[in-house]
């Protein structure tokens, strides 16, 4: 019942974007948002979404799958846009009793939408193209600058990693001790929020210590492999700049470029 | 390789403070000596200290006293930590844990990363690695997307690319089906044949250990006895008081042994076995064994029409499918009928993947059917209606390492836990938890100790307790007996047989080893990919020796022993499941 989350899911078939180094496409990415929220202008969205588009059939990742991320997201969307159309002070150009919509009004809500509608899209054709291994490797090797004031680059991302690989477990795990508890009689969906919370306990306690348990043999199997920390280790899939890569990195200049033109002079 | 010198280790236990409050001796005075290139054994059951000793090896502990030695480094000195520790390397029993990455080939690339090995030659030992254990076809895929067999080899292939010089396996196979323990064991003994590596098993499983050079049994943290396998296990006896599982054709030749047969000490499997007993003067003829099992033909079925009240559990062509309606829907159970009558006591047996868990889980409504139905007590039990904690007091389901539901601060409220949900007032609830913990062999004393300071086999005690307390009239366990080292698995076992005989209860045994129910149900069916293949007695079922095998099971060895002599003419009765029956059979034959 569990185990159907998938938001994101890496989607495996071998585009340009998926050969990109995932350094590109982290930098790229957070360059991607911030110019969603540099300008407010008809301009600036079009160039913004012509660039996604152009993206999303670069990276031959079906439609529907990026369009799957949205789902999560929808009712946090109908929300905010509600917010904009109503509460909005301006100029009133529709009222119905005690709602007023007004003209900012409809124009922050089509914008906050597009905004985020581009914002899930750009990030989920990251996470579509990209392994959750080559994430992890390119924020450690982004971030390595900051191991010289001390900040333990290296162990988030081993962290990182081994949580990724032990989600799916643990949520299995989950399930099967929902189902056990439900054979011993325990009703999780009746009662009130009080009764609950506590129905969860039966859940969490084993969870933990399952949890604790698999951490203790991991640390112990890590330390048998001679695992000291990042020191002194090498890489067996070095992240190596190519070609297509500088040429990526270009097209991005470029498209900040247009962005930042079609926000000042249009 | 190894040189240990009177080791001791102590575990301390400690209160809240620190003070030591308890010491306990795991491994006492061991000294031992393997040669480099050697396949040694350690046997011993579940807290014996053979996995204290081995975790010596890689210096993950230290001795209290005594020394160990590690291709003449002593384990004490920090400054060769590393260097011990890639020249030993170790393999552990939890499969899921020890794997730390998301695709197998960076997996086995961690250990080489961690000694700085160079970009290409990681990939160099990846690949040779890979190959040496047979799973690099698989070096792109999840670990989450293999078998408990395959994961293991994965792990044996991670210590390989560290090019060490000895790998000890921490019991290795304890949490795999019989299927994977051979792949595992066909990949350590390939080590060590084709590689020349030291290999040191630690295990349970005797048949495990039957090629190795050297085997030592541990017991109370002591080295009790040691030898070729051939020497150990001609010591029948002292083994069987070990609780350690005597491969069957050591037992059958124990057996034949006392009562007159002349045959040698300490065979070791069915092939020497067979061997030995064609040099045997024999009468032949084929008709002089006494009726097996099978001859007598047990139907347990009832003829079609009786009414429903007898039968606890009527499955009408049940189907079902995962994620159903989607591209990825699978078929876990097809068009299964089954009717299983009350106080049957019924062993359901399936290879990992066969739709026996899937099954089990729709008779108590965890799960629900995309077809068919299932009846309890004559009532559809899918029906809108229905009470489903009518159903969960009716059916009781015990999961795979049940344990691992515990969750109360004493093993008396958590048994609690089961008849509390079904509403019952207090007094009927410590009645009912009294009762079970009874039944399970805990004493009054033990009520109210922490689960969680209890040992293996009694926490799984206190978790079929926690269902039992709900009084079921029908008691399914799934896998009852993993994990557990035999001495444990016979207790469980035996104790499920004695509580279904005093409360006649209904009782479904899920299991992938046909050895181990055999002797205790009355009925096995089989599953394979999700519908039933077979169903008789145990008797008929051994027969069909080449359609269990396709299906991925192993019969009894005795079986195959019987059916080996009938291939060389000694005309023994087919569906022989004991070694009993074995033993007499043949011992008809020789006129003794």
């Not at chain 2, 020497?272 to 033909?297: D, F, Y």
């Not at chain 2, 990825?328 to 019924?346: E, N, R």
């Not at chain 2, 889980?361 to 009470?387: A, C, M, R, S, W």
């Not at chain 2, 005093?502 to 999700?530: C, F, P, Q, W």
Request: with cysteine.
């Amino acid at each position: 019942m569990i185990r159907e989350i998938t938001i994101g899911q890496y989607y495996q078939t071998d585009s340009v974007l998926h050969r990109l180094d995932p350094r590109v496409k982290l930098v790229a990415t957070i360059l991607y948002i911030i110019s969603l929220f540099l300008y407010r202008s008809p301009q600036t969205f079009a160039v913004a979404g012509v660039f996604l588009a152009v993206c999303i059939i670069l990276s031959k990742v079906p439609f529907h799958y990026i369009v799957r991320g949205l789902k999560a997201v929808v009712i946090l969307m109908l929300f905010t846009a509600a917010m904009n159309l109503f509460f909005m002070p301006g100029k009133v150009i529709f009222t119905y009793g005690i709602l007023k919509i007004t003209k900012e009004g409809v124009e922050a809500a089509v914008y906050m939408a597009f905004r985020l509608v581009m914002l899930i899209l750009g990030s989920s054709l990251m996470t579509l193209t990209t392994t959750p291994t080559q994430l992890t490797d390119a924020m450690e090797k982004l971030l390595w600058p900051l191991t010289k004031i001390g900040a333990p680059v290296h162990e988030v991302a081993m962290m990182m990693s081994i949580a990724l690989r032990f989600i799916p477990i643990l949520l299995e795990e989950t399930d099967k001790i929902m189902k056990a508890q439900a054979a011993r009689g325990a009703d999780f969906e009746s009662g009130n929020v009080f009764h609950r919370v506590r129905s969860m306990v039966p859940i969490l306690v084993p969870l933990f210590l399952a949890a604790f348990r698999r951490a203790g043999d991991l640390a112990m199997a890590m330390e048998a492999r001679c695992y000291q920390g990042g020191e002194g280790r090498t890489k067996m899939k070095p992240l190596r700049y190519a070609m297509r890569d500088t040429v990526a990195y270009l097209i991005l200049i470029a498209y900040i470029t247009m962005i930042v033109l079609a926000g000042k002079l249009l | 390789m190894f040189d240990i010198k009177n080791m001791v280790h102590e575990y301390f236990r400690r209160d809240e403070e620190g003070n030591v409050t308890g010491i306990t001796t795991a491994v006492d005075k061991v000294s031992l000596q393997v040669a480099p290139g050697d396949f040694i054994a350690i046997l011993g059951h579940n807290g014996s200290g053979k996995s204290t000793l081995a975790k010596h090896l890689n210096a993950i502990l230290y001795p209290s006293e005594g020394t160990v030695l590690v291709d003449g480094m002593d384990t004490k000195e920090e400054d060769k930590l590393m260097k011990i520790r890639q020249t030993t390397g170790m393999v552990f029993q939890n499969p899921d844990n020890q794997i730390i990455a998301q695709v197998v080939e960076e997996d086995v690339g961690f250990g080489p990363e961690n000694l700085g090995v160079p970009t290409e030659e990681i990939w160099q030992r990846m690949e040779e690695s890979l190959k040496a254990v047979g799973m690099y076809e698989y070096r792109k895929k999840s670990p989450n997307r293999l078998s408990g067999g395959q994961k293991q080899r994965v792990s044996i292939a991670g210590v390989l690319a560290m090019h060490p010089k000895c790998i000890v396996l921490d019991e290795p196979t304890a949490m795999l089906d019989p299927g994977g323990r051979r792949e595992v064991i066909r990949a350590a003994r390939a080590l060590n044949d084709v590689e020349g590596i030291t290999v040191m098993l630690i295990t349970h499983y005797m048949e495990e250990v039957i090629h190795a050079d050297h085997v030592y049994v541990m017991d109370h943290g002591k080295v009790v006895m040691e030898g070729t396998p051939k020497e150990v296990f001609s010591r029948v006896e002292e083994l069987q008081k070990l609780r350690l599982s005597v491969p069957q054709s050591t037992l059958l030749a124990d057996r034949l042994k006392k009562a007159g047969l002349p045959l040698p000490d300490g065979i070791l499997s069915r092939k020497e076995l067979v061997e030995e007993l064609k040099k045997l003067p024999m009468n032949r003829s084929g008709k002089a064994g006494r009726p097996g099992k099978a001859n007598s033909p047990e139907k347990p079925l009832s003829p079609e029409g009786e009414t429903d009240q007898k039968h606890a559990i009527i499955i009408d062509h049940l189907s079902h499918e995962y994620e159903s309606g989607t591209a990825m829907a699978v078929k876990a159970l097809s068009d299964v009928s089954l009717t299983i009558p009350k106080g049957q006591f019924v062993g359901l047996i399936g290879h990992t993947g066969s739709g026996k868990s899937s099954l089990i889980q729709h008779l108590n409504g965890l799960l629900k059917p995309t077809e068919g139905t299932v009846y309890i007590d004559g009532e559809d039990i899918f029906d809108k209606d229905y009470d489903l904690k009518k159903l969960r007091s009716r059916v009781g389901l015990v999961f795979q390492y049940p344990e691992h539901q515990l969750f109360e601060v004493d093993v008396f409220t958590d048994v609690c836990f089961g008849p509390k949900n079904l509403g019952l007032d207090q007094k009927e609830v410590e009645l009912r938890a009294y009762e079970a913990l009874k039944k399970v062999g805990f004493d009054d004393d033990s009520f109210y100790v922490s689960p969680f300071d209890l040992s293996g086999g009694q926490k799984r005690r206190v978790a079929i307790a926690g269902v039992l307390a709900m009084k079921p009239d029908v008691m399914i366990l799934d896998e009852p007996t993993a994990g557990l080292d035999p001495k444990g698995r016979d207790e469980i076992l035996d104790l499920i047989k004695q509580m279904q005989k005093e409360t006649g209860m209904t009782v479904i045994l899920v299991s992938h080893s046909m050895e181990d129910v055999a002797n205790y149900v009355d009925r096995i069916v089989v599953m394979n990919k999700g519908s039933v293949m077979l169903d008789g007695s145990p008797g008929e079922i051994f027969t069909h020796v080449s359609e269990l095998e396709e299906a991925g099971l192993a019969v009894p060895e005795v079986t195959y022993i019987v059916r080996d002599l009938n291939k060389e003419g000694f005309g023994l009765p087919e569906g022989v499941t004991t070694i009993k029956e074995a033993a007499d059979a043949i011992l008809a034959l020789t006129g003794g």
